[in-house]
């Protein structure tokens, strides 16, 4: 890669970010579409990261994105944030608009949509209640997703009921909250079973869950990748049912940043599936 003195730069922040595949997946649509441009890992701790999103317009950079931790403290940085987000509660991504205007959007519920429907292209939102295991970051970004393309009920499960209380409080509207020990049962007529904790992620708990209540066509995502078949799809795709993994909402959730940043709109192939998983444990 040659760079020319007006190449476009944008890049990951993190902390740690080394273990972050956004620079090898934008590293390959850059090369692909051969852009002037690179992406690169910045490894910013918590303490500096006002200064290092500041510095975004100071050098001139078209943008970034955000992962752990800086997804929720990085909202009061921007200068706006669109609604979707807002209602997240978590940027993943930052463009430098002209004049060096911060513009923090979150596309992880965008990526989560995509995927499912790449993967299960027989599902739409509207297809049935949808069950959601885990109450955290990724299930905010999830349920925010589903609830804006009109899923008509989300039963969501989470070992701590407080928060599955309280998220279904703050959203509203078709969410609802149901108590770990009957997560089996709240398969019954599902359309959709997300989970959305690391429950199952290689060096973690399995998740326990019964299948049996779950209807044959529901579509069953995992948005853990590593590894690429959890248990729960394994058992899931033997059941028969249509299986998603997590890779594709890391894929899709990047096209918006790129596109915003160099111009393009990448396309997730097969080869860069293969290229980004050749970096996965
Ligand atoms: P993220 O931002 O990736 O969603 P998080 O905010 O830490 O991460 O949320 C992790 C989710 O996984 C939570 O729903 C958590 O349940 P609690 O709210 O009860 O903590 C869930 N989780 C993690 N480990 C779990 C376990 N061993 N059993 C059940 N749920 C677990």
Not at 17 to 37: A, C, M, T, Y
Not at 172 to 199: H, I
Not at 203 to 216: D, H, M, T, W
């Amino acid at each position: 890669m040659t760079l020319t003195g007006a190449a476009t730069i944008a890049g990951v922040m993190g902390w740690p970010v080394s273990h972050s595949l956004s620079p090898r997946l934008h590293g390959f649509w850059l090369e692909q579409n051969k852009i002037d441009g690179a992406y690169v890992p910045f490894a910013v701790s918590p303490d500096r990261l006002a200064d290092a999103v500041r510095a975004l317009p100071a050098l001139g950079l078209a943008g970034a994105n955000l992962t752990i931790p800086h997804k929720e403290t990085a909202m009061a940085l921007m200068d706006k944030v669109d609604e979707t987000a807002r209602r997240i509660g978590a940027i993943n991504c930052i463009t430098v608009n002209p004049g060096g205007v911060l513009a923090g959007r979150n596309t992880d519920g965008f990526g989560f949509m995509e995927s499912v429907r790449e993967g299960a292209p027989g599902w739409n939102a509207s297809a049935g209640p949808v069950v959601v295991i885990g109450a955290g970051g990724a299930a905010r970004a999830v349920c925010v997703s589903l609830q804006e393309a009109g899923a008509p009920e989300i039963r969501l499960v989470n070992r701590t009921a407080q928060r599955a209380a309280d998220l279904a409080a703050e959203f509203g509207a078709p969410l609802t909250a149901v108590p770990w020990l009957d997560r089996d049962a709240a398969l019954e007529g599902a359309a959709l079973l997300v989970n959305t904790t690391s429950l199952g992620m290689a060096g973690q708990p399995a998740l326990e869950l019964s299948l049996e209540a779950l209807p044959s066509q529901a579509v069953v995502t995992d948005i853990v990748y590593a590894p690429l078949e959890t248990d729960l799809l394994r058992i899931a795709r033997d059941r028969g049912h249509s299986v998603v993994n997590g890779l594709g909402m890391l894929l899709h959730q990047a096209r918006p940043a790129f596109k915003s940043w160099f111009g393009e709109d990448p396309a997730v192939t097969p080869a860069l599936r293969a290229h980004v998983l050749e970096a996965v444990p």
